[in-house]
């Protein structure tokens, strides 16, 4: 998943001086950055080293996924998603589910996935009773969710005693056996690779799958984060701290700011974080904001007119992909230092900046170096300050102590001021691929037959060819000798 279990934005409120505004509760000092950050291009620009913008420029193109590999890995997926709809929808074991319907999110299907399809997020949707009441747990991120008066219908099995409430822990539990019970039957087209499903996390809202060579567990060459996701009815709509959306009517408008408000609300079975929890913390669902992320980046101009073109293509997700392929690297780096460090971090503050720099001549494609560090600039001061408002829920900052260690916030500054003083030594592509690359290259080399022995052939005729090549040049020798 995109930012793996996102365990994020807890009770703890952004704290900020300044009169909070109607939109969003956005403080207003926010507003007053939206006018001094709308600079003339020119003064936009900040002159950087003709070998740092080249590399910044080079590891741009290699983010690129092949097309190879997203052709066999689009391939392998939908089969996958397409068969087990067919199996819920025929499945007696739980009603519920038999209706549902997949909903794509992630940074695959946003056009920001980096190295290689590797990762795919899926929310199954099941639609909720027509009316919830959602009692807020924490800052506006995670919620209770209890039907109006008892029912009889198919989620009445995910109830707890009191009839009302809907566990959060019973849907993903029901899903975890449904999927077990699928992958008895289900076999993937490769007959190489088989999925298995990997162990729970405790605070994870998804069902991870792996797909891996049969007879080597080990290697896993891609996976899928199947989530549930509780579709809340069009008659009700967002909770009231959201439903007004994000402030993005400099950036967007207000016709786009409208069709992002319109879309679907969608909770997803995530537990709070942290010990002693109470039962309706255990019960807890989180708002997802996927749908809302996936209008926002794939329409992510000022204009219409943004990326139509060849001529009108922008910076803006390559900015992104560079500072994702950052904060990857930074994590392989300091696993143990920047744990809590993912990469909706980096995306939370990509959508800051581009509602606060909106103008698309801000990001044309010759600017790529100079955006992309305002971009890590800007990441590393919500990191030195401390706050990192969540772009939807603004009351909830996912630099907080809670979630966020003084300790590791104070590695993380250090970190990327390491790496802008020092020319991003670890933005430089790394030593070893995936091994879904290594897939897509037989793909390509081998006419798209996962199989190495052409390689071998190859080798062996080589060294014939050789041996043939000095016994003649004996002869000759041999010849001129005589």
Same mark, same amino acid.
């Given at each position: 998943m995109d930012g793996k279990d996102r365990n994020l934005g807890l009770g703890e409120k952004w704290e900020k001086k300044g009169k909070l505004s109607p939109v969003g509760g956005l403080p207003e000092v926010r507003r007053r950055l939206n006018h001094q950050n709308q600079q003339p291009e020119d003064e936009c620009l900040t002159p950087i080293s003709p070998e740092l913008a080249n590399l910044i420029k080079q590891r741009a193109k290699e983010l690129k996924i092949r097309k190879a590999a997203r052709s066999w890995a689009a391939q392998v997926v939908n089969d996958f998603r397409e068969n087990l709809l067919k199996f819920l929808k025929n499945s007696t074991d739980q009603p519920f589910f038999q209706s549902a319907e997949f909903l794509s999110s992630g940074s695959y299907f946003e056009n920001v996935k980096i190295h290689s399809p590797d990762e795919f997020d899926m929310?199954?949707?099941?639609?909720?009773?027509?009316?919830?009441?959602?009692?807020?747990?924490?800052?506006?991120l995670f919620y209770r969710l209890d039907l109006n008066r008892p029912t009889r219908s198919p989620i009445q099995a995910f109830l707890l005693e009191n009839q009302l409430t809907i566990s959060s822990s019973k849907i993903l539990n029901a899903m975890y056996e449904l999927v077990r019970k699928f992958l008895k039957t289900y076999t993937v087209p490769d007959k190489q690779f088989c999925w298995k499903v990997n162990r729970?996390?405790?605070?994870?809202?998804?069902?991870?799958?792996?797909?891996?060579?049969?007879?080597?567990?080990?290697?896993?060459?891609?996976?899928?984060?199947?989530?549930?996701?509780?579709?809340?009815?069009?008659?009700?709509?967002?909770? +009231?701290?959201?439903?007004?959306? &994000?402030? *993005?009517?400099?950036?967007?408008?207000? @016709? /786009? $700011? +409208?069709?992002?408000?319109?879309? &679907?609300? *969608?909770?997803?079975?995530?537990?709070? @974080? /942290? $010990?002693?929890?109470?039962?309706?913390?255990?019960?807890?669902?989180?708002?997802?904001?996927?749908?809302?992320?996936?209008?926002?980046?794939?329409?992510?101009?000022?204009?219409?007119?943004?990326?139509?073109?060849?001529?009108?293509?922008?910076?803006?997700?390559?900015?992104?992909?560079?500072?994702?392929?950052?904060?990857?690297?930074?994590?392989?780096?300091?696993?143990?230092?920047?744990?809590?460090?993912?990469?909706?971090?980096?995306?939370?503050?990509?959508?800051?900046?581009?509602?606060?720099r909106f103008s698309d001549n801000m990001w044309t494609r010759k600017q790529l170096p100079q955006c992309f560090l305002h971009l890590l600039g800007a990441l590393e001061e919500h990191a030195r300050s401390g706050d990192l408002p969540h772009f939807f829920v603004p009351h909830c900052n996912l630099f907080s102590a809670s979630v966020f260690p003084r300790k590791s916030l104070a590695f993380l500054v250090n970190a990327l001021e390491e790496q802008r003083k020092e020319g991003l030594p670890l933005l430089k592509p790394p030593a070893l691929d995936s091994p879904l690359r290594a897939v897509s290259f037989l793909e390509e080399t081998n006419g798209k037959q996962l199989n190495p022995k052409p390689a071998a052939q190859s080798l062996q005729f080589t060294n014939q060819l050789v041996s043939l090549v000095f016994v003649a040049a004996l002869c000759i020798c041999f010849i001129f000798l005589v």
């Open positions: 929310m199954l949707k099941l639609q909720a009773p027509s009316l919830l009441t959602m009692t807020k747990l924490d800052g506006g729970k996390r405790p605070t994870s809202p998804a069902v991870t799958l792996s797909l891996c060579r049969i007879g080597n567990n080990t290697d896993e060459l891609m996976s899928v984060d199947l989530v549930p996701a509780l579709m809340v009815h069009d008659s009700q709509g967002w909770p +009231q701290g959201v439903r007004d959306g &994000p402030d *993005v009517d400099n950036w967007l408008g207000r @016709k /786009g $700011r +409208q069709k992002i408000k319109s879309l &679907p609300c *969608v909770f997803v079975p995530k537990r709070l @974080k /942290g $010990r002693k929890l109470g039962e309706d913390a255990k019960e807890s669902w989180r708002i997802s904001f996927s749908i809302m992320e996936k209008e926002m980046i794939t329409k992510h101009g000022h204009t219409k007119t943004c990326c139509e073109t060849y001529i009108t293509k922008c910076c803006r997700k390559q900015s992104l992909m560079l500072l994702k392929s950052l904060i990857e690297a930074l994590k392989q780096r300091f696993p143990k230092e920047l744990e809590d460090l993912c990469s909706y971090h980096g995306k939370t503050a990509f959508l800051h900046t581009l509602s606060i």
